[in-house]
Structure formats: structure tokens, C-alpha cells
């Protein structure tokens, strides 16, 4: 089991900034791939970012490619999202997601946080 827990969401402005923090804890860490989905209201859970267990390869989903960028620090067990430039239209609950398959995490991940809010006002 890996238990994952986000931080960081708020209310900020169109064009401004946040980062996002997921604590990880449970199996080793450095075994998974970690990742970020996101979920408007009255839509369906988009990917947004996956790393790779070492962090050499990180993937984005196309609304956010070029504004946000994923981190991750195994040593603390953490995983970042850094979004800049952000949008009315990136307002979401963010979830930070695991599994050990580098694919999967992309679509459908065996490992859920409960979210954090993000509001982009306009």
C-alpha cells in the first residue's frame, strides 16, 4: 500500500502561480511512479504530469505542457507540481497519484491521493 498525501492548493490569480507537494508513505518510494491527475467540476479526471521512479523521464498532458512541471524528491518522498501561467480552465481538484507502471500511471493509477483545490480566478 502507498498512502499519499497533498498540500499546496489555494486561490490564486489567472497568470499567477503554485506548487503542489505530495508526501508519500507505504512501499518503497523510489520502486514507483508518480504522477498527477486533476478534476473539474462536471468533467472527467484529465492526466496532467507522471515521473518516472529515478525522475529521468516526465510526461504532460497537452492542456499543460510548457506552464507546469513535475519533480520529485526521493530521498523525502515527495513529489512536486510547479504550475505557472495558470488559467481560469486549470481550476481543479489535483490528485496525486502512484504505480509502479510508468503507463498506467498515465491513464488509470492503482494509487490515489484524497486531492487538494486549486481556483484560478479570472
Known amino acids: 500500500q502507498v498512502q499519499l498525501v497533498e498540500s499546496g492548493g489555494g486561490l490564486v490569480q489567472a497568470g499567477g502561480s503554485l506548487r503542489l507537494s505530495c508526501l508519500a508513505s507505504g512501499r518503497p518510494f523510489r520502486s514507483y511512479s508518480m504522477g498527477w491527475f486533476r478534476q473539474a467540476p462536471g468533467k472527467e479526471r484529465e492526466f496532467v504530469a507522471a515521473i518516472s521512479w529515478i525522475g529521468l523521464s516526465t510526461y504532460y498532458g497537452d492542456s499543460v505542457k510548457g506552464r507546469f512541471t513535475i519533480s520529485r524528491d526521493n530521498a523525502k518522498m515527495m513529489v512536486y507540481l510547479e504550475m505557472n501561467s495558470l488559467k481560469p480552465e486549470d481550476t481543479a481538484v489535483y490528485y496525486c497519484?502512484?504505480?509502479?507502471?510508468?503507463?498506467?500511471?498515465?491513464?488509470?493509477?492503482?494509487?490515489w491521493g484524497q486531492g487538494t483545490q486549486v481556483t484560478v480566478s479570472s
Open positions: 497519484t502512484a504505480d509502479q507502471d510508468l503507463g498506467r500511471i498515465q491513464i488509470n493509477p492503482t494509487y
